[in-house]
């Protein structure tokens, strides 16, 4: 599990073989559990968590507070889970681009490349040199991102 924690938003980052698929509400309350132990951080209120689900990767959680007063003043975490399914593409910088990966599609866009797994590629020993991108940004760079061969 990785964590990013923004100024308005925590993104996790949960490859498949972490995911407990049944009872995802519960799950999603034992994370923030987590990372209450992790990072000190008191969860109270409403929580938005969008979910971009990847059958290759994973998930990616974007977990946002609402600043809704009633939750705040009886101490209650409430969630509203959205399940978006989404294609996960990597950045990845050129330097660790090799001619030996096979079985992925390259798009390059706004000088950046970027890796799209096919349904057989392991990814596991790259997964150090990319950052994932996902949803409308990554519908965006297969949209407008040229195709590319390595």
């Known amino acids: 599990m990785k964590t990013i924690i923004d100024n308005d938003k925590i993104i996790i980052l ?3 073989k972490y995911i407990k698929k049944d009872g ?3 799950y999603f309350k034992h994370i923030l559990s987590l990372l209450n132990k992790k ?3 008191e969860f109270n209120g409403y929580y938005n968590i969008d979910v971009y689900e990847d059958t290759k990767y994973g998930m990616v959680l974007e977990i946002k507070n609402e ?4 939750y705040n003043y009886f101490n209650q ?3 509203n889970i959205n399940i978006i399914n989404s294609t996960f593409l990597y950045r990845i910088n050129y330097e660790y681009l090799s001619k030996n990966i096979n079985n992925i ?3 390059k866009y706004m000088d950046n ?3 799209k797994m096919d349904d057989d590629f392991d990814f596991i020993h790259l997964i150090e040199y990319v950052d994932i991108v996902y949803g409308e940004k990554a519908k965006e760079i297969l949209r407008y991102g040229e195709k590319v061969n390595i």
Not at 67 to 70: A, G, Q, S, W
């Open 14 to 16: 949960l490859h498949n």
């Open 24 to 26: 995802l509400k519960e």
């Open 39 to 41: 990072y000190n951080i």
């Open 67 to 70: 600043d809704l007063e009633y």
């Open 77 to 79: 975490v409430d969630l």
């Open 105 to 107: 599609t390259c798009y």
């Open 113 to 115: 490349m970027y890796l």
